[in-house]
């Protein structure tokens, strides 16, 4: 009798501990898709499982067509899985929702509003004061630098700046992750890099969790705490690799020996899958 | 001559360009002078400009060709709006709801390719001879095309700017009245500016059979008469009408969408 009793009492200090333990904000268990065609089935997304934690830059790096955007959509909602559950703070997610912002690699603003009225679109949706939205608006105006062009046009903004205001727009709603697949996928080279560090600056300012798809070797390392390598269609995780680099990053860093090693290790990755996927 | 006007899309200056639809008009002008005047056909099958614009003074001096086009242009005017008014919505919701798109493509697909004229003398039997016939004609002639054309412009909204307003948080119904409405907008004027102009083309049909009034009627009778020149006045005021209209949709669509423009104007 006096066994069981001492169990229970286990159990409940450790309840008493369990909110104190951070649990990993998204939470991807089993995850797999299939899709359906005219030409049979593609599995586009073996079974996968992985976490990310609270305000951690996570990104996924695989060869095309491996279901990195498929994964990103089942999480945004946009798109079901045909197994296992995606969780996030712990709930199981139910078609897409504000908590769940995305950056897409089109361009995506309303063309018809201005820039101000792309960053408030979604604080609009949820009944936020005008006073409120101005604010906020000004804020991330400031935030990704393009303070003076509230009034423009997406039709008159170049490619990054889209892309900047896109983020913007996606961080204004206060989302409690911020999903990208491949936003600055359509950028040139230069651009790309100040991209790079306009987002570490909002990320860091923001303190968002963000899951990251690119393609590009350097920019998976320069990003994030950790990179997840995927293998070739059908996709899922082949592994997990923690970077390590010093907070704030700097464009320097791309120089350093830690970052080459980085490279060297993830390139051998990725070529591994890309051969398996021409096969 | 400059190789620029003839490098393919190549922009030219404003003023080579208006002189270019200028010259092609003088040359049209030109060939019906030639032939009329020259003799070389019968002026009953062509007549000379003068003829034509001696008719046309004395068809507005007698006032009589204003009251038809009043009448003309209110049954194209009406029956073109009940279209929209049906056309558009439907159009819409054809365009992003697939079970709508199922329930009513096929139909209007079959539909439009029944020649509008080929109802006219159904619609007499329906609803007689009076101005709702009229109407009608326009309506048929107008409603399934504009509503097949808004369904597409409609369809071509693109996926990602819908997905994006999810995570946004929009709900279905704000999906539809904030994104997917002012997406297809300017498409939809431009359908409409481009439906309303088929609408006058079915209006001399309308008016050929069973009327008493109306620019059709006019020209109906001035054949019944042997007058060439009156017919061309009717044509070529309902040509203007048309031009009239377009512009008229044009200026909309400037005035409307100046987000669709670099400069802003
Ligand atoms: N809606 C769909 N219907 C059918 N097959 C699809 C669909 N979406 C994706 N696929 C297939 O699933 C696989 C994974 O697609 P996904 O877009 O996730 O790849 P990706 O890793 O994002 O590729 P990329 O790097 O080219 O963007 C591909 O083979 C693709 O053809
Ligand atoms: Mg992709």
Redesign the interface.
Known sequence: MVAPKMEVHALDSQEKIVPKIIRPKLEIKDVGKIFKTKSGETTALEKTSFTVEDGEFVTILGPSGCGKSTIL?IV???EESNSGQVLLDGQEIN????D???V?Q?Y?L????TVKENIT??LK??GVSQKERDDLARHYLQLIGLEGFEKH????LSGGMKQRV?IA??LA?D?KIL?MDEPFGALDAQTRTIMQEVLLKAWEESKKTILFITHDVDESIFLADSVYVMTARPGRLKKKIPITLDRPREFSMKSSVEFGNYKEELLSLIREESLKSIK | METKWFTPNKEISKMIYTSAGFVTFIVVLGIWSLLSYGGFVNPLFLPTPTAVLAAAIELFKSGEILSDIGISFSRVLTGFLVAAFIGIPLGILMGSLRIMEGAFEPLIGFIRYMPASAFIPLLILWIGLGETEKMAVIFLGTFFQLTLMVMDVTKNVQNDLIDVSYTLGAKNFQVFTKVILPASLPGIVDTLRITFGWAWTYLVVAEIVGASSGLGYMIMQASRFLQPEKIIVGILIIGLLGLITDILFKSIYRASFSWMRKDGY
Do not use: D, V
């Open positions: 959509r945004a909602g946009l078609g897409p929702g504000p769940r912002g995305m897409f089109s995506t309303y063309p018809w509003l679109f979604g949706l949820k046009y997406p039709i008159q896109a727009r996606a709603n989302p999903l």
